[in-house]
């Protein structure tokens, strides 16, 4: 079982920058593929960002690629998104996800609440 609390949402105006983390509980995180998904009101939970349990491999969505950067530090069993020239798009509920890879949510077996970032134009 794997347990995930997201963190660092809030209010930022566009053009600014946020840092959500997410810290994981399990012993094998560090094998572990993590993924961000963002769900906006009104819309389908979608894809984010996703790294592979060393860290080596990583890959976005067309949305945020070139803004978002997706790391982890496998010593705190920890999953960040740096988000950079933040649009008023990207607003949304953002979710740490555990144990797959890539694009699709089905491949994930665990989830966080989220934390919601917004902002404003």
């Known amino acids: 079982q794997v347990q995930l609390v997201e963190s660092g949402g809030g209010l930022v105006q566009a053009g600014g920058s946020l840092r959500l983390s997410c810290a994981a509980s399990g012993r094998t995180f560090s094998r572990t593929g993590m993924g961000w998904f963002r769900q906006a009101p009104g819309k389908e939970r979608e894809f984010v960002a996703s790294i592979d349990g060393s860290g080596g491999l990583s890959v976005y969505t067309g949305r945020v690629k070139g803004r978002f950067t997706i790391s982890r530090d496998n010593a705190k069993n920890t999953v960040y998104l740096q988000m950079n020239s933040l649009k008023p798009e990207d607003a949304a509920v953002y979710y740490c996800?555990?144990?797959?890879?890539?694009?699709?949510?089905?491949?994930?077996?665990?989830w966080g609440q989220g934390t919601q970032v917004t902002v404003s134009a």
């Open positions: 996800a555990a144990g797959g890879f890539g694009s699709s949510r089905n491949s994930y077996n665990f």
